[in-house]
């Protein structure tokens, strides 16, 4: 757009609504039960969305959108991808048929062709369109990424002092300035076109006209050339070279029209023992084995609240905290309530 969307500032009584719900969510084409740090992650995500209805009060679900329906290992995936990426996957985009304004040619009826890490934009979309209300709230987090029972904080005593505009759908969508290798790739201080270095693994958004038509300009952005791909003279380079879709992201985040429906996640403190923790959400992208393992054990040990256990989940308390010889039987169990969507 030329100018800035007009604000769609949510009705009050949707704002104050103690039934508005929150969604977690995260996208991926594998397993939830597979092997390494992803079921973790994903059973802390629903533990945490299990405890804090019943310690807080507030609505609070869990879902996998698994993108196994979108993704698979083609023979016309690009070969090699850029920088030896090891991830072999293709995933089925948005279709260019010449009826997107701004997009250029070649037009196709066939879906573009995308890596994996560009699902989590059609899981948003997914989201917006099936499953939330206007008002409703939605995390959506990388798979390295998990709310923190510990913190024994929940999503509006976390978010809502510093996220105002997000709350009540001024700024519907909520991001973190990412700060790491990727600013040293695109931002202004070393050449780069860009402003704000934005990290796609933690996307926060309030539903309302705003944030859908924000999140479908982004998902098509796959099909036309950014600054970063000018820059580079690779016409769709991040299609599938690193880091993706952050790098639309973070084209958006720097472009002043976008950036008036954006706010920013502040980060709550970060050390070498510690993940990137923002309030409730903490972060790990990197060394994530054997860390997160021990780092979310710990979290479900000190946060898990035997005074108010869901009737699935009260088994796994003895003298009134959690008994961990039964760990591994409560991960088993908060994954079978996991939510899969496949999509």
């Known amino acids: 757009p030329e100018e800035p969307e007009e604000p769609d500032t949510l009705e009050p009584e949707l704002v104050s609504n103690p039934k508005r719900k929150h969604y977690i969510f995260t996208v991926d084409n594998r397993d939830v039960r597979g092997s390494g740090y992803r079921p973790l992650v994903a059973a802390a995500n629903q533990l945490y969305a299990t405890m804090m209805p019943l310690v807080k009060g507030e609505q609070q679900e869990y879902m996998y959108l698994r993108s196994n329906l979108s993704c698979d290992a083609r023979e016309d995936c690009p070969s090699p991808f850029p920088n030896a990426q090891v991830n072999k996957i293709c995933c089925t985009g948005p279709v260019n048929d010449g009826s997107i304004r701004g997009v250029p040619p070649p037009f196709s009826s066939k879906p573009t062709l995308l890596h994996p890490s560009w699902m989590d934009l059609k899981g948003i979309l997914y989201m917006l369109d099936n499953v939330m209300k206007r008002g409703d709230m939605a995390t959506y987090l990388d798979s390295d990424a998990h709310f923190d029972v510990r913190k024994q904080q929940s999503f509006h005593e976390s978010f809502e002092w510093m996220l105002p505009e997000l709350f009540n759908g001024t700024r519907p969508i909520a991001v973190v300035r990412d700060r790491s290798a990727w600013t040293g ?84 403190g970060w050390t070498k023992e510690l993940p990137w923790c923002y309030q409730a959400i903490c972060h790990r992208n990197f060394d994530k084995m054997p860390y997160i393992e021990e780092y979310i054990r710990e979290s479900v040990e000190k946060g898990f609240d035997c005074a108010k256990p869901s009737s699935q989940l009260r088994p ?28």
């Open 185 to 268: 790739v695109c931002g202004t201080d070393f050449g780069g076109p860009y402003t704000m270095d934005s990290n796609s693994g933690i996307i926060m958004f309030t539903k309302n006209r705003v944030a859908r038509n924000f999140f479908e300009r982004l998902y098509f952005s796959a099909l036309t050339p950014s600054p970063q791909d000018i820059r580079l003279r690779t016409p769709l380079y991040y299609q599938f070279g690193w880091p993706h879709e952050q790098e639309r992201l973070t084209w958006f985040a720097s472009t002043p029209v976008e950036n008036a429906s954006i706010t920013y996640i502040q980060r709550m």
């Open 316 to 343: 796994f308390c003895r003298s009134g905290k959690i008994d961990m010889d039964q760990y591994e039987d409560l991960i088993a169990t908060l994954l079978e309530s996991v939510k899969i969507i496949p999509m």
